[in-house]
C-alpha cells in the first residue's frame, strides 16, 4: 500500500538501461496507475486490441481513481478513446466473447472513487460502445476474475475470489445459461491478495482451480479437481503462499499443464516454485532460479513465438520491485532476458498482442521504487539484437540472487528515505547502510537490517519496509570496494549517512 513518507533506493531512480531492447515503449496518454484494474479487450476485427486501464494514483497529496482506454492508431502511439467502463482500483477484470457475437465482452471488480464494491458486466455493443449488464453479482476486492466453460455447455462462465464488503472471503463461480448468469459455490475457501484461475491438469476435458492466496490470515496454494462440475481439493501439499499469483501453463511441452507459484511464506519470505505435471496424477517440485516475488503478477505467452510459454512477472523481492521476463528454454530452464521494464509494485503485467503482428506486447502498471505512476504499452520488437555485456563496473545492476549451492556471498544492506527520523517537521534525505557480512540463509541480513533499523529509527516505522537494498559478491574485499562507491555517491548527493552495524 501507498505511504506518504515512501522509501526508496534513490541511486536506482536515474540508471539508464544499457542493454539492448526487446520491447520499446509506445507512446500512450495514460495516467500512471497503482493497483490497477485492467486488461485488453478485442473488437472482433483484424486491427488492433483496446487496452483498459483504470487504478489508483496520488497527485500532490490528493488520491484519484480513473479509468482509461487506449486504442493502437500507427507504429509507435495509441489514442485516447471514451468509454463508460468504470473507475476503479484494488480490483480485477477479464474479457472474453461471452454472448458470442464476435467481440469481447468484460467484467470487471473494485473499489469506486467514493470506496463503494462493485462488481459489473459490459457487453460490448462495438465502436468503443459497451452497455452494463443487469446481472447481480457480489462485487470482490483483492482478488481475481477469469472467464472459463467449467461445465462443458459451450458458453464461459466467471470464477471470481476475494474479499466482500464486510471482509468476508469468497470463491464464486458464475454459471452461464445462455446469458443468465447464477451464482454458485463451489466450496473452495476464497482469498485476498492472491487469485484463482482454470486449468485442465488431468486432461479429462473439463477445467480444474488453482487458487493461492491469503485465506484469512493463512496462506493457501492448492488445486481443486473437476469431478462433473464439483470440486475435490487434491490431497497433495503445495506450498502455502500468500500476498501470492499463480498460473497454469505447459511449460515443458508435453500436453501436461503445469503451474507456477510465486509469493511470501508464513514468515513473510518470498518463494516461487513451479510444479511439473507428472501424467495428470502428480505435482513434482521443479528447481528454478526464477526470482521469488511477493505481491506479484504472473502472465505466461510465447512472445519470441518458438513455441514455447515465456514468463512476465511483477511484483516485490525483499529490497525492491522488479518486472522480470523470463524465456522459456525447455526442460524447466528459464532465461531472464534483461527486458529493462520499470520493476513495479501493487502492480501487473500483461501478455497481448495490440496490433495483431503475431507477437505479444506488454500492457504494464504499477507503483516503481522512485514514486512513479506506471501506465506503459511496450511494442515487442520480434527479433532482438544481440544483448550486450553489462558493464563490470556498475555496482547499481541488479544483485545477482544468491545461489547457496555456490555461495554464500558477502553482502551489505543499504536504505534511504526523505523524512524525519527523529518524528519532526525537519526533513532531510536520510540513507542508512550495514557493514559487510556473510551471509548463509537468503534474505537473513535484510530481516536483520529491517528490525535494527526500525527499532533504532523509530519513526522509520511510517514508511514502507518492504524496499531494502541489497548488493552481493564472491569476495568481501569486492564488497567492501562496491560498499565505499555506494557511500561516496549517497554522500555527493547530499544524503545524511547513518552507519547501521553489527
Known amino acids: 500500500m501507498w505511504k506518504k513518507y515512501l522509501l526508496l533506493s534513490a541511486l536506482f531512480c536515474g540508471i539508464t538501461n544499457i542493454w539492448a531492447q526487446v520491447f520499446e515503449k509506445v507512446k500512450t496518454d495514460f495516467v500512471g496507475v497503482m493497483q490497477p484494474v485492467s486488461t485488453w479487450i478485442d473488437n472482433g476485427d483484424k486491427i488492433n486490441l483496446i487496452a483498459y486501464l483504470a487504478g489508483d494514483y496520488y497527485k500532490n497529496d490528493r488520491h484519484f481513481v480513473t479509468s482509461q482506454a487506449n486504442s493502437f492508431l500507427s507504429k509507435n502511439k495509441f489514442k485516447h478513446i471514451s468509454t463508460n467502463l468504470p473507475a476503479l482500483y484494488a480490483g480485477d477484470a477479464a474479457s472474453a466473447d461471452y454472448d458470442g457475437d464476435g467481440d469481447e465482452d468484460i467484467i470487471v471488480t473494485g473499489l469506486t472513487p467514493d470506496n463503494q464494491l462493485l462488481m459489473k458486466l459490459y457487453r460490448n455493443d462495438g465502436g468503443n460502445r459497451f452497455s452494463a449488464i443487469r446481472e447481480i453479482f457480489t462485487p470482490l476486492i483483492d482478488g481475481s476474475l477469469e472467464w472459463g466453460d467449467f461445465d462443458n455447455d459451450d458458453d464461459l462462465d466467471i470464477l471470481a475470489t476475494g474479499k466482500q464488503f464486510d471482509n468476508q472471503l469468497l470463491t464464486i463461480i458464475y454459471r452461464n445459461d445462455r446469458g443468465i448468469f447464477t451464482e454458485t459455490n463451489p ?30 490470515g493463512l496462506p493457501v496454494t ?13 490431497s497433495q501439499q503445495f506450498i502455502p503462499l500468500m500476498n501470492s499469483a499463480g498460473a497454469w501453463g505447459d511449460l515443458d511441452n508435453d500436453l501436461y499443464m503445469d503451474f507456477i507459484v510465486s509469493g511470501e511464506d508464513s514468515e513473510g519470505y518470498p518463494i516461487c516454485m513451479i510444479y511439473k505435471n507428472q501424467s495428470g496424477t502428480y505435482f ?3 528447481p528454478v532460479s526464477l526470482r521469488p516475488l511477493k505481491g506479484c503478477s504472473i502472465d505466461l505467452g510465447d512472445y519470441d513465438n518458438d513455441n514455447d510459454l515465456d514468463i512476465i512477472m511483477t511484483g516485490e523481492s525483499l529490497e525492491r520491485p522488479y518486472t522480470i521476463v523470463y524465456k522459456n528454454k525447455l526442460g524447466f530452464e528459464f532465461e531472464n532476458i534483461i527486458a529493462g521494464l520499470p520493476g513495479v509494485a501493487d502492480g501487473k503485467a500483461l501478455w497481448g498482442d495490440y496490433d495483431k503482428d503475431g507477437d505479444l506486447d506488454i500492457l504494464l502498471s504499477g507503483l516503481t521504487i522512485c514514486y512513479d505512476f506506471i501506465g506503459d504499452i511496450y511494442n515487442n520488437s520480434v527479433d532482438p539484437p544481440e544483448k550486450e555485456t553489462e558493464r563490470d563496473n556498475n555496482i547499481f545492476i541488479v544483485a545477482p540472487m544468491p545461489d547457496l549451492s555456490v555461495g554464500p556471498f558477502y553482502y551489505y544492506i543499504f536504505s534511504s528515505s526523505y523524512c524525519d527520523p527523529e518524528g519532526g517537521d525537519n526533513k532531510a534525505y536520510h540513507m542508512y547502510i550495514s557493514n559487510v557480512h556473510l551471509q548463509h540463509k537468503r534474505y537473513e541480513l535484510n530481516y536483520k537490517f529491517n528490525d535494527l533499523l526500525v527499532k ?21 574485499r569486492e564488497a567492501e570496494a562496491s560498499r565505499k562507491q555506494v557511500l561516496e555517491s549517497y554522500r555527493s548527493t547530499n544524503f545524511i549517512v547513518h552507519e547501521l552495524n553489527w
Open 187 to 216: 466450496g473452495i475457501p476464497g482469498v485476498y491478495y492472491g487469485n484463482a484461475t482454470w486449468g485442465d491438469f488431468d486432461n479429462d476435458k473439463d477445467l480444474d482451480i488453482l487458487i493461492t492466496g491469503n485465506a484469512g
Open 222 to 234: 492448492a488445486v481443486y479437481k473437476n469431478n462433473n462440475s464439483k470440486f475435490v481439493k487434491l
Open 284 to 286: 513434482g517440485e521443479v
Open 456 to 476: 533504532q529509527v523509530p519513526n522509520w516505522g511510517q514508511t514502507d519496509r518492504g524496499h531494502r537494498t541489497s548488493n552481493g559478491f564472491a569476495t568481501k
